[in-house]
């Protein structure tokens, strides 16, 4: 019995040393360089968007950038969503969030803002060949906004009296899509925004209503970090003062009229709206997200493995409380959904360890977990299948129950497992494309963003899918051609 | 003489289920028991416990003196001397019939690969298998199979050996090669322990036969003893019915 306990032992210090060793690093770097962390939206043009290169600029990207050259300090800028940039920065995964963010009364209780930088306001949008117009009409319907937005405020608290109900998405893109596809009525959204976007070619047109909840944008930070505040406000201050302000929002929105966005909103769109057209700007974009992917997964599918084996090989080890351990470790993370998993990961632990963990590293701890858990779960499975006859056969030689395990059990095992892997090892690939909510530039990430720029949501889905069905058949193969040699 | 196994008052309980009650028995060295009794009489638990394979809930089971259940008691180095042969043959189906016979001997450390291979190869003439060498498990049948089984333990050199129904499982044509090489071993002086349906070999070949039933020994003597004159009413009734068979 008590050679299991090494195993045990094995599997904790493994375990221990995967969280530590990740949770470490970051704390490093950031040592090391006087850098503030900024995140994002990814899609709200035009604060910040991908052009036509596929670089990310902005209204925000370049104020920030601007204000950071004029006060000397570095700026590393995260695209993610606006509600999970609201969120790092609650956990202190961030520095700061700039995002085309209203400064309400709520917020400012959680953190501190900087001085206004722009006054934008809720405007509605609908569908150009719709009926609907107007705030009256909307009686019955459903109207769609962003979470976590001034205009998912505004929208709530009109919505009695106006008799509509309200429907959320992460990205702005979904929210214009659901009232072109005629799921919703209208959508509530900045006027900025609203208005770059229509001139994008979004076949959308404003409401007519009032600009609604006229409010300012600031940069939120920590309350526990006034040092930043007053370098944000001291060069905000500048970049006005010096011109650089002005030139910055004429770039993207000319003199404020629709018409002068539309020739703006031109020169940063691609050129062709064809499929061939859209692959072939955007072709190098999609190999970047795509090389992100694998790497998500190849790194993902060894560390799943490893756990799963071991936290599988513990299930089948003679001790209760081993099997306890595997059996509670299978039992909550196959039972937790992943994109749980990956927020409680990637926005929830911070705050009770008060340590930053990089994005990559939180989607690798949870495909570790999760995938871990599935393959712990059919790691035991395989061997349970094996003829209980074989491993008494083998203890009866003389055999410790170790030796037993790996020259006699686990080969049989592994020939049991290995369809399973192999189905393993595609879910994984496709499980990856949820961890885009960490902000991470994967394929299902890249795609968000291309079409928050052009809103070629059909197109451009088609390729991300048919590139996940390539790279999905590719693995097929090469696990037949695996699967061929092992049971040969 | 020397006592290889002995049994004190050995009891086996499964929950509230008593399938072995108080079982008294010795089995000195080169001697041939073999034991008999109706399905469910606890002979294979017994045979079971003897190598440890089922825990013993109460009593003695002396191996070479040493008390195996007893906790920490290391088991291994007791089964590397007891060889053990199953109704199913247990051969491992990822490895060859040499593997399978050299396996224990060289993970143990007991031989180097080439002295295990040589002695595996004779263990394997011994029971008529020397072309069988490097077949696979799967393409011998069940009599060559079971003589691979009794090979497997033999090339670990054991003081003794147990058969739990050797030839249960077995096609009738095959019973006589696997019983030819068990008759062998016993005339070269190997103690042997013999749970089996085959009173013809028990009657020929066994030292003592022990009748089960109930989890208990009803009754242990000579064959001549056993089968020509038993006293016990239980045993009696047995013998008409296999007899009879």
């Given at each position: 019995m008590r050679r299991h306990w090494g195993i045990i032992g094995l599997v904790v210090a493994l375990g221990l040393g995967i969280f530590s060793g990740q949770v470490a690093s970051p704390e490093r770097v950031q040592a090391a360089e006087k850098t503030y962390t900024i995140a994002m939206d990814t899609t709200f043009p035009p604060f910040e968007f991908a052009d036509k290169n596929n670089k990310r600029v902005g209204i925000d990207i370049d104020l920030i950038r601007a204000i950071a050259k004029a006060e000397g300090f570095k700026v590393s800028l995260k695209a993610t969503s606006f509600n999970g940039a609201v969120q790092e920065l609650q956990a202190n995964q961030v520095d700061g969030v700039m995002a085309g963010m209203s400064i309400t009364p709520e917020r400012k209780k959680v953190f501190a803002f900087s001085d206004p930088y722009y006054q934008s306001g809720v405007v509605m949008a609908v569908a150009k060949s719709g009926k609907v117009a107007r705030l009256s009409q909307l009686r019955g319907k459903r109207v769609a906004v962003k979470t976590g937005t001034a205009s998912a405020d505004y929208a709530n608290r009109i919505k009695h009296k106006y008799g509509f109900k309200t429907v959320t998405f992460d990205d702005s893109n979904n929210v214009y899509q659901d009232v072109l596809s005629g799921n919703s009525a209208a959508c509530f959204e900045d006027k900025p925004v609203m208005q770059y976007a229509i001139a994008t070619g979004l076949g959308l047109k404003l409401g007519?209503?009032?600009?609604?909840?006229a409010n300012d944008y600031g940069i939120a930070v920590a309350k526990s970090n006034p040092v930043l505040v007053a370098k944000i406000n001291a060069g905000l201050k500048k970049i006005r003062k010096s011109g650089e302000y002005t030139k910055i929002v004429e770039k993207y929105l000319g003199n404020g009229s629709q018409a002068d966005t539309d020739k703006k909103a031109k020169e940063t769109n691609d050129t062709s709206s064809s499929f061939f057209g859209l692959l072939q700007s955007n072709s190098q974009t999609l190999l970047a997200g795509l090389g992100e992917t694998l790497q998500l997964t190849v790194v993902g599918i060894i560390c799943a493995t490893v756990v799963g084996i071991l936290v599988g090989l513990l299930g089948v080890v003679p001790s209760k409380i081993a099997q306890g351990v595997a059996t509670t470790f299978i039992y909550v993370f196959r039972g937790l959904p992943l994109m749980v998993l990956a927020l409680f990961i990637y926005t929830g632990v911070p705050m009770v360890i008060g340590a930053k963990i990089p994005a990559f590293v939180a989607g690798i701890v949870t495909l570790t977990l999760n995938e871990g858990a599935y393959t712990a779960a059919f790691v035991k499975g395989g061997i349970g299948a094996v003829d209980g006859g074989q491993m008494e056969a083998a203890r009866s030689l003389g055999l410790p129950w170790g030796k037993a395990m790996r020259r006699v059990i686990m080969p049989q095992g592994i020939r049991i497992m290995v369809p399973s892997f192999i189905n393993q090892f595609i879910i994984t690939l496709k499980d990856t494309s949820i961890l885009s909510i960490l902000g991470l530039m994967e394929l299902t990430q890249t795609g968000k963003i291309i079409i928050a720029r052009n809103m070629e949501g059909f197109k451009i889905w088609t390729m991300v899918a048919l590139i996940y069905l390539i790279i999905i058949t590719l693995l097929t193969w090469l696990s037949n051609w695996v699967q061929r040699r092992v049971r040969a | 003489m020397t006592t290889r196994i002995e049994m004190k008052n050995v009891v086996k309980k499964y929950g509230a289920n008593t399938?072995?009650?108080?079982v008294n028995l010795k089995v000195e060295d080169g001697e041939v028991v073999a034991m008999i009794g109706p399905?469910?009489?606890?002979k294979s638990t017994v045979l079971r416990m003897m190598n440890g394979l089922e825990t013993t809930t109460a009593g003695e089971i002396l191996i070479d003196g040493i008390d195996i259940a007893k906790p920490h008691v290391d088991i291994d180095k007791v089964r590397a001397k007891i060889g053990m042969v199953f109704q199913h043959f247990n051969?491992?189906?990822?490895?060859s019939v040499l593997g399978n016979v050299t396996l224990a001997p060289t993970e143990l450390g007991l031989m180097t690969k080439e002295e295990a291979d040589k002695e595996g190869r004779r263990m394997l003439d011994s029971v008529g298998l020397a072309d069988k060498v490097d077949a696979m498990p799967s393409t011998l049948s069940g009599g060559q199979k079971q003589r691979v089984a009794i090979a497997r333990a033999l090339t670990m050199h054991p003081d003794m050996m147990l058969f739990d129904e050797?030839?249960?499982?077995?096609?009738p044509e095959m019973v006589g090669d696997v019983l030819g090489v068990m008759r062998k071993l016993a005339k070269e002086g190997m103690t042997m322990v013999v749970v089996t349906h085959e009173m013809g070999f028990a009657k020929e070949v066994a030292d003592r036969v022990v009748f089960f039933e109930g989890g208990e020994i009803q009754e242990s003597g000579t064959p001549a003893q056993v089968f020509?004159?038993?006293?016990?009413e239980r045993l009696q009734s047995f013998l008409q019915k296999v007899l009879e068979a």
């Open positions: 007519k209503m009032k600009m609604a909840m | 399938v072995v009650s108080g399905s469910g009489a606890g051969l491992f189906p990822n490895m050797p030839t249960s499982a077995l096609d020509e004159h038993p006293k016990n």
